[in-house]
């Protein structure tokens, strides 16, 4: 799978950081890890396991430590840090700038940035902006679009009638995020975010009608940048020899990246309100998250087994 990355001028624009020194236009520098770090080890003469391709973050503790050290000191610690020419540098609080960090930000071409909030919730907000930004992703054919606040991925042959599923689901108050193509990127070891390709976004394609824009036609209350994938829906049409599930006993998977999501697949036939079903997937998927199931609650007030052959 190939390294995605994102541009340093990208990140400074999202997360409003002060560019105290660039060294070049911030577009070319590109950042490849979502991981950040604070060099306070570092600095202390401790470089075992640091990991240069890291935006490194310098707070109260580090300022406050290089403070306190003899000029001479100070710059042999900054020297060694700038040496290793990390993509950035992030001063947080509005702390003061020393000038050995501006000497050794040109003498190595590192950027220096600022920000006036305090260290964790900016490293909190920086790693978060950059596991999106620089996850691992693929792209699948689809539809994507949050039900109840659940992200429900809807896939199947072109024709099946996923796009006008997704109208019909707009117009009952849903939100659309992405038609056709759906961007899929894995952000941690648990999650798929999906979103649209930026060309694309919030356009749809309805045969017989032609092209439509959700945002336009329905505002803006209608569509979402990305939400989470909480429940593939592969629909199909109707086959008569394949069995089904009628009791929702079983959670069925499917792997995305190695992430295993809930998958259901509906079947599609004359008279079938896909929409309705739709909604009640994703309250469903919803409830089994918190716990509930109602086939099993049903059961036990039948006094049947799970494992019953009747069921099956």
């Known amino acids: 799978m190939p390294q995605f990355s994102v541009t340093l ?10 560019v105290v020194y660039a060294p070049t236009e911030l577009k070319n ?3 490849y890890t979502a991981d950040v770090n604070r060099p306070g080890l570092l600095l ?6 640091f990991d240069p391709s890291r935006i490194q973050i310098l707070g109260n503790a580090e300022i406050g430590y290089l403070s306190t050290l003899e000029e001479s000191e100070r710059r ?12 950035a540098i ?10 050995e960090i501006l000497e050794f930000a040109a003498q190595y071409s590192v950027p220096v940035l600022r ?10 907000s920086l790693i978060s902006t950059l596991s999106v930004e620089v996850a691992p992703r693929i792209t699948r054919h689809g539809v994507f679009i949050e039900i109840y606040g659940e992200g429900i991925l809807i896939t199947g042959e072109s024709g099946v009638g996923k796009s006008e599923t997704a109208v019909e689901l707009v117009k009952r108050g849903h939100r659309l995020i992405a038609d056709d193509a759906v961007e899929l990127r894995r952000v ?7 979103t649209a390709p930026e060309n694309i976004r919030y356009f749809i394609e309805l045969r017989g009608v ?3 824009n959700v945002a336009r036609m329905f505002g803006n209350g209608a569509v979402k940048q990305s939400e989470k994938v909480d429940l593939v829906a592969q629909l199909e049409p109707w086959d008569k020899t394949k069995q089904y599930s009628r009791t929702g006993l079983e959670t069925n998977t499917t792997d995305i990246m190695g992430i295993q999501i809930p998958y259901t697949v509906i079947p599609v036939m004359p008279g079938r309100n896909l929409a309705v079903i739709l909604e009640a997937a994703a309250i469903n998927n919803r409830q089994k998250k918190m716990g509930y199931n109602a086939a099993r609650e049903l059961l036990e007030k039948l006094g049947l087994d799970e494992d019953d052959p009747s069921l099956q």
């Open 44 to 49: 202390t003469g401790y470089d075992e396991f």
């Open 9 to 18: 001028g990208k990140i400074v624009q999202t997360m409003h950081l002060e």
């Open 188 to 194: 941690s070891d648990r999650t798929i975010v999906g």
């Open 210 to 212: 032609g092209i439509i």
């Open 90 to 99: 992030v001063v947080t609080r509005s702390l003061p700038v020393f000038d």
């Open 115 to 124: 920000t006036p909030e305090n260290t964790s919730s900016m490293m909190s």
């Open 29 to 31: 520098i590109p950042i």
């Open 76 to 87: 042999s610690h900054l020297h060694t840090l700038f040496a290793a020419k990390p993509p």
